[in-house]
Structures are given as structure tokens and as C-alpha cells.
């Protein structure tokens, strides 16, 4: 048996850095296999993106204020994995959010407080229910003006999920696939290891971490205030906002979320990071293979850490926090 060999590749696609490592028997495979999985990167962000004029969901929010509109089965499935997220966190996820993160400056780094009037406006045009999806037509139809999608907190994780569905059908059986770190799947497993070792930072600290897991076909996803944020009168405003009020969230710091599939465990990270602990576990109940981790605190200050499901320990190294910090864990 031919013996194989790590190799690895990135490139640039969805505002991010995208890491591919996988074993191969000879670099010649190995490069077919990244440019295969490139290729279905970019073939999903041009379906996807709301920054490439001909991609499907610009088309969508351009004509299904007026009219539905028919979408092709993967775009459709899409949607409804994302409006079912809607639905089972009662609007904690919501793919029509994008107003408000205009609103507020964070889709153009313009970062300000909106008046209340502004909000008011805003929050007019966003709610999951306010889309209608038919799967008899496989239609796309919005029932207010002013709406439009966003596949900002799925889509990523989505196209790590088909690069992953990809390498599988050509016979790749251990890769780490890295979406800029937000999401990460890891196939397989690397020769005799049970899986990918992938580490979970600080917040806002990548060269510490709070916990290092083990993923064999499985992904994890994290959602962290300190991607995008600003400060405005001594309060710290991020980038994650509540669709339900339009205002960003306080108080947690990152939540990470380890799932089979890459896209599940990007929007449970974000339900995860806007409903907070008590509220997310209540899902993570209804659903199995599930395991989350949250962060609590202020920026550059961890307050509290939680659990549920999580496969391995928990242990903040920066002695800063070591004495302070408060370590919950629950199990079903």
C-alpha cells in the first residue's frame, strides 16, 4: 500500500482565508484534489455571495419583493436548512438580519449607533416570516418590501460542508478543512490518530485557547464579539446582533459549536451566541451529536465559562483569568 503524505493549500474566497490540508500519495493527486476543492469553493460563493452581481441570492433579493421567484433545488435546500434554524430558535437566527447589520455599519466597516427611528425602520424589513418559501414550486417570495437575504452566518460552512461532501466522493480520507477559522471540518482522520486535533482560542487571543478537541467527520464552528466590533461611549457594540430587537449582544464573548455538518454548527453558533445558555440548551436537547461551549465577559475580560456536550476539558491558561474564572458544565 502506497504510503501518503500531508499536503497543504489555501486561497482566498467568501472574505476569507480558506486551509486545506489532506493526505495523498503524491503531490500530482494532491494538487488535483485542491484545485477540485477551490473550484467548488468559488462555484459556491458565485451562487451565494451577495458581492458578485449574477450570483442567485442577488437575483432573488433584486425580484422576490415584486414576485416569487423560482430558485434551482440547491439554492432552495439551502434556504430552508436556514429558515428552519429560524424557526426552531424563534428568530435567533435570522438570514434576513442584512439591514441591520447595514444599519449599523458593520457590512461597510462605517460602524455607528442608529437612532431609534432608524431602528424602528430597519427592523420593519427583517423577520424570518416574512419570507415565503414553497416547496411544491420551489418559489422564493418576500412578503414585505425591503427584504433581502443573507447568508453571512450559514454560507461558509455550507461550502465546507459540499468541499468536504467533494473530496469524500474522490476518495480523500483524511482532510482538515479550514474556513478562516470560524469553521472547520475535519475527514477522516490523519494516519494512526482518531481525528483532527483542532484548538479553541481565547477570545480575541489566538495564541491561547481554551480547549483542544478531536474532529473525525464532524465540523466546529465559532462566533466571536471580538471579530468585528466598535466603541462608542464606553460601551462596546459587535458585529453578532439579536434580528428580534436589532441590537447587538451583550455580554458573551464567543461561542463554539462542534456538529456533524459544518453548516449546523455555524448557525448553532450563532443561536448559541444570541439566545445564551439556558435558552440554546433547550435546542441542543432536541438534537443529537451536539456539543457547545460559551464564553462570558467582557472584552479582554472572561468572566465565566459553559458547557454542554463538550468532549474534552476545559482549561484557560492565561493566568490572568485562572483564579476568577467560573466553569459550568452540563450533560444530557
Not at 430558535?89 to 455607528?112: E, I, K, Y
Not at 449546523?264 to 451529536?289: C, H, N, R, Y
Not at 463538550?310 to 467560573?326: C, G, H, M, N
Request: charged residues 20%; aromatic residues 10%.
Amino acid at each position: 500500500m502506497t504510503e501518503r503524505r500531508l499536503f497543504s493549500d489555501s486561497c482566498h474566497a467568501m472574505g476569507t482565508r480558506v486551509e486545506i490540508h489532506l493526505y495523498a500519495t503524491d503531490a500530482n493527486r494532491a494538487a488535483l484534489y485542491f484545485e477540485m476543492a477551490f473550484d467548488e469553493i468559488r462555484r459556491v460563493e458565485r451562487t451565494l455571495s451577495l458581492y458578485q452581481n449574477q450570483s442567485e441570492l442577488v437575483r432573488i433579493n433584486r425580484i422576490a419583493a415584486r414576485e416569487a421567484v423560482t430558485t434551482d433545488p440547491e439554492v432552495f435546500r439551502f434556504l430552508q436548512t436556514g429558515f428552519e434554524y429560524s424557526r426552531r430558535s424563534g428568530g435567533a437566527f435570522d438570514m434576513t438580519v442584512g439591514p441591520l447589520l447595514r444599519l449599523w455599519g458593520f457590512s461597510n466597516r462605517t460602524m455607528r449607533v442608529p437612532s431609534d427611528d432608524e431602528l424602528r425602520q430597519a427592523l420593519a424589513t427583517v423577520g424570518w416570516e416574512k419570507v415565503a418559501l414553497d416547496p411544491a414550486s420551489r418559489t422564493v417570495q418576500f412578503r414585505e418590501p425591503g427584504v433581502e437575504l443573507d447568508p453571512g452566518a450559514i454560507g461558509k460552512g455550507y461550502a465546507v460542508d459540499c468541499v468536504a461532501s467533494l473530496l469524500r466522493e474522490e476518495g480523500v480520507n483524511a482532510a482538515l478543512i479550514d474556513a478562516g477559522s470560524s469553521s472547520v471540518y475535519g475527514l477522516g482522520a490523519p494516519p494512526d490518530k482518531s481525528g483532527w486535533l483542532v484548538r479553541v482560542p481565547l477570545p480575541g487571543n489566538p495564541s491561547q485557547w481554551l480547549s483542544t478537541v478531536s474532529l473525525r467527520n464532524n465540523s466546529l464552528s465559532t462566533s466571536g464579539s471580538y471579530e468585528k466590533f466598535f466603541r462608542w461611549r464606553g460601551h462596546n457594540y459587535c458585529h453578532i446582533l439579536d434580528p428580534r430587537i436589532g441590537s447587538p449582544v451583550n455580554g458573551v464573548l464567543q461561542t463554539t459549536v462542534i456538529s456533524e455538518h459544518a453548516a449546523d454548527s455555524e448557525a448553532l453558533s450563532t443561536i448559541a451566541f444570541v439566545s445564551g445558555f439556558q435558552t440554546s440548551t433547550a435546542l441542543l436537547q432536541e438534537m443529537k451529536g451536539i456539543s457547545a461551549l460559551w464564553a462570558l465577559g467582557e472584552p479582554r475580560t472572561v468572566d465565566q465559562i459553559q458547557s454542554w456536550n463538550w468532549p474534552a476539558t476545559v482549561a484557560i491558561e492565561d493566568l490572568r483569568y485562572k483564579s476568577s474564572v467560573r466553569v459550568e458544565s452540563l450533560e444530557t
